[in-house]
């Protein structure tokens, strides 16, 4: 269907973020993997596709999470499925020795997935699919889908009680964190948040990344 990544024990890996409580509910260790096959359209996490990436041995990855204190692992990109194979390995290794819930973001459709062995795989330890490309021209304003025709698939019923309120938000909430060598937007930004990205990349001499 599409052309895989390397998942010989290693995950490719653009970001982290080991605690936050955005893009999912309660508290999540958020990772962005690198590589993408889309070329969407005002795309806000374009260096996740050309940017800079680092190696991350699962096992290693899997400990991370574990020492974490959140609830789950949401897992956007990029593209997690053309890794699918490596993050069922991680999810497994995670899920046995803790109960956590899985949210993915993909710009395939779920139909497209079902098609592949591998992402038949690893969503069958996923809680929620948020799936579809990006379209800018559909981008209705809400909190954490980027566009209209992306579809939220409940693939079990772990979050089911709290997800039609917590999707269903228009107020869109993003981090702009500034650390000692990188500045980092993390979450799905409204337009003032934007506005002041824009102007700390004007600025910034340093590395930027946007998640």
């Known amino acids: 269907m599409y052309k895989r990544m390397s998942d010989d024990g290693i995950i490719l890996i653009s970001h982290t973020e080991k605690n936050t409580d955005l893009l999912g509910p309660y508290r999540r260790f958020v990772i962005w993997v690198h590589g993408c096959c889309f070329d969407c ?42 890794q699918a194979k490596g993050l069922f390995q991680l999810v497994f290794l995670v899920k046995s020795t803790k109960d956590i819930g899985v949210i993915i973001y993909s710009g395939f459709t779920i139909e497209e997935l079902l098609e592949d062995e591998n992402s038949k795989q690893l969503l069958s330890v996923t809680d929620i699919l948020i799936d579809g490309r990006y379209i800018k021209e559909l981008d209705d304003g809400r909190a954490y889908i980027g566009s209209s025709n992306q579809r939220l698939h409940y693939l079990s019923d772990r979050y089911k009680n709290i997800g039609e309120s917590y999707y269903s938000s228009y107020k869109r909430r993003a981090e702009i964190k500034i650390n000692p060598n990188e500045v980092v937007l993390v979450g799905v930004p409204s337009k003032n948040v934007l506005d002041v990205w824009q102007k700390l990349k004007e600025k910034s001499g340093g590395n930027i990344g946007e998640f």
């Open 41 to 82: 359209d005002g795309c806000l996490a374009e260096n996740t596709k050309n940017g800079v990436y680092t190696e991350k041995n699962i096992s290693e990855l899997a400990q991370e999470i574990l020492r974490s204190d959140t609830e789950g692992i949401t897992i956007s990109g990029g593209e997690p499925f053309l």
